[in-house]
């Protein structure tokens, strides 16, 4: 069935450290894709999305590429800041109405 | 803010209880969605509705039930609760009722003890 899978964390980096959370994903058809991050204790929030293949999404140094022929959505950022550490979800909209989420990544950025 | 608003934030009942959770949509949004985090589960989607009809059903247990009202805003109820029911209880709105882009609230933490 419709799956998403993404790398477990935490993955911990230094500040101004490259930043690659992997996500693939199982489903048929064309999903659109997002990540979502969850801050402490708030709800989740849009990071980014693509709705066709070789899409990038992006947003606050956040980049991530659709690609259809490895089915993945793996999130970047060229330099993590504190303020980043929050757990991030990869997530696909295929039904139309639900989303599917992976397991979320922690990450935790020290100074 | 994502503009949508859930309350409580937060849930402390016993087993065998009922509770609601309530959740206005942003302006201007049709759909409501329903999430369950937990932490053997994760983040898995319960019920959509659409402009007060239900569109799309996801695992909701039967003990589980939703509606959303003329005014949009939405109502899920929680029967005969058990301790594995613990857990963030989302809601998400969007304009349309299909591939929209969800924007979520900050959840209603459930306990049951």
């Known amino acids: 069935g419709d799956s998403v899978t993404q790398m477990e964390g935490p993955v911990t980096l230094s500040e101004e450290a490259f930043l690659t959370i992997n996500c693939t994903y199982t489903?048929?058809?064309?999903?659109?894709l997002f990540w979502y991050v969850q801050y402490p204790g708030e709800g989740l929030q849009l990071l980014l999305k693509a709705t066709k293949a070789d899409d990038k999404g992006s947003n606050k140094g956040f980049e991530a590429t659709y690609r259809k022929e490895t089915t993945s959505f793996h999130l970047e950022k060229g330099s993590v800041q504190v303020s980043d550490s929050a757990v991030y979800f990869c997530?696909?909209?295929?039904?139309?109405?639900?989303?599917?989420f992976g397991g979320g990544t922690r990450l935790m950025v020290k100074p | 803010d994502s503009g949508v608003t859930q309350t409580p934030k937060h849930l402390i009942t016993a087993t065998g209880q009922r509770v609601t959770l309530r959740c206005s949509p942003r302006?201007?949004?049709?759909?409501v969605y329903w999430y369950q985090q937990s932490l053997d589960q994760g983040l898995q989607f319960l019920i959509q509705?659409?402009?007060?009809?239900?569109?799309a059903k996801g695992n909701i247990l039967e003990r589980f039930s939703a509606q959303q009202f003329p005014d949009l805003h939405s109502e899920l109820n929680l029967s005969s609760l058990e301790l594995g029911d613990s857990a963030l209880y989302f809601c998400?709105?969007?304009?349309?009722?299909?591939?929209?882009?969800?924007?979520f609230g900050p959840g209603t933490r459930l306990t049951v003890l």
């Open positions: 998400a709105s969007s304009v349309g009722s299909t591939y929209n882009e969800q924007f």
């Open positions: 997530a696909f909209n295929n039904a139309g109405n639900m989303l599917t």
């Open positions: 302006s201007g949004d049709l759909s």
């Open positions: 509705y659409y402009n007060g009809e239900e569109r």
């Open positions: 489903a048929t058809g064309y999903p659109s």
